[in-house]
């Protein structure tokens, strides 16, 4: 069984007389481990596709199964009880709170979890230690470079062993080296058996995932398994692929 299964899934807005389809009928399954990419322009429907998958916001129609759980019809309580104990997110702009150490940032997710102190403490520096990141645990946000900061953002998501991952344009503050970084993170995270889902408008951040996902007008316009195409490894994967 996949781990996410969407079937026939919209959102649908309604703006007076206009009805603004975001996503129109997306089916789409995603398997545990997979590292795949959602790519697409702005207004395509990707960010809608990423809340609704997510746990941030529930579709108009279609069904939703997650871990083996239908939530398309879940109270805002059951979906904030689920993404935090089985979603995590990685966003551009680090969303870390600036009079918080490192430490305390990660620790946040179980404080809503009600995990005590030491457990938290414990699983933060380990989750820290898996980023490169233990030496700044007792630092503040802005004592960090961007790269540091994405670094601290992504064991924040990954404290609570969420079952799967969503990162938000994680490179679009970063400069291309560091960006590089922290996608190779991915990579690593994505061969220890994470499951990564990439979102971004960038063809080149997009390639490096064995699957690409291209959303067009609320709806799959293209996907692609580049390793199945032989594009893996290829240096323009994104160019050569249609």
């Known amino acids: 069984m996949p781990l996410v299964e969407l079937r026939s899934v ?7 007389e206009e009805e603004i389809r975001a996503l129109d009928d997306v089916t789409l399954d995603i398997e545990a481990g997979e590292f795949i990419s959602i790519i697409g ?4 429907g990707k960010s809608t596709l990423m809340h609704i998958l997510g746990c941030l916001d529930s579709p108009t129609k279609g069904t939703i199964q ?26 551009q702009f680090f969303n870390l709170l600036p009079k918080l150490s490192v430490l ?3 620790e946040l997710p179980m404080i809503y979890s009600g995990i005590p102190g030491k457990e938290r403490r414990d699983r933060s520096m380990a989750s820290l230690e898996a980023v490169g990141m233990a030496n700044r645990a007792k630092h503040r946000p802005s004592q960090l ?11 924040r998501a990954l404290v609570n062993s969420p079952r799967i991952v969503f990162a938000d344009e994680p490179t679009g503050n970063l400069d291309s080296h560091t960006g590089e970084a922290i996608l190779q ?9 994470r499951t990564i889902v990439l979102v971004t408008h960038d063809p080149e951040i997009a390639a490096v995932t064995p699957r690409r996902i291209e959303i067009r007008d609320g709806q799959i316009a293209v996907k692609i398994d580049l390793a199945l195409a032989g594009l ?10 249609p």
């Open 10 to 16: 919209s959102k649908i807005y309604r703006l007076g």
């Open 41 to 44: 322009p702005s207004g395509s």
């Open 66 to 91: 997650l871990d083996g759980v239908m939530i398309q019809n879940a109270s805002a309580r059951e979906l904030a009880s689920i993404r935090n104990r089985k979603i995590g997110f990685v966003f």
């Open 104 to 106: 305390q940032n990660v």
């Open 145 to 155: 470079s961007g790269g540091q900061q994405q670094r601290a953002a992504i064991a």
């Open 185 to 193: 993170l991915f990579r690593n995270l994505s061969e220890e058996g």
């Open 232 to 241: 893996d490894r290829h240096p323009h994967a994104a160019a050569l692929a």
